[in-house]
């Protein structure tokens, strides 16, 4: 029961800055940290994702956080964000960049990348 209370509260959430965002985010980015409570890679690449949201912090881009420790939230946040090939990735310890008014993966940055060749990635999507 408490694990669905908290669903229900994320997807609220989600919602809520969905809706806030929604003029913001068309023909820009959203960025998607994949990850789980237990997963290594997923500790690893959590200091490359904040500093990617630091670094391109005033840009329109938005930035979320998906806990694939509930299998089923990658299906429900696909659908909630309409994001058509998100359950292809379900993958912990990446991040995915994904096109904000086509809500397709362009991109996937994972744990090895450098931090310089995440920011190129983003910079050449944001255009």
């Not at 908290?6 to 809520?16: A, N, S, W």
């Not at 840009?59 to 806990?67: T, W």
């Not at 299998?71 to 090939?85: E, G, H, M, S, V």
């Amino acid at each position: 029961m408490r694990a669905l209370a908290k669903i229900d509260q994320f997807y609220k959430q989600i919602l809520r800055v969905f809706n806030a965002e929604k003029k913001r985010l068309i023909k820009q980015l959203i960025i998607i940290k994949m990850h789980a409570d237990w997963c290594e890679a997923s500790k690893m690449i959590a200091p490359k994702y904040t500093s990617l949201k630091n670094k391109f912090e005033g840009n329109a881009i938005l930035f979320l956080e998906l806990d694939l420790t509930d299998p089923n939230q990658a299906a429900q946040w696909a659908a909630t964000l309409k994001i058509y090939n998100l359950t292809n990735h379900k993958e912990t310890g990446q991040i995915l960049v994904i096109d904000g008014e086509n809500r397709f993966v362009l991109d996937k940055l994972h744990k090895n990348m450098l931090f310089s060749d995440m920011v190129k990635s983003v910079q050449k999507y944001l255009g």
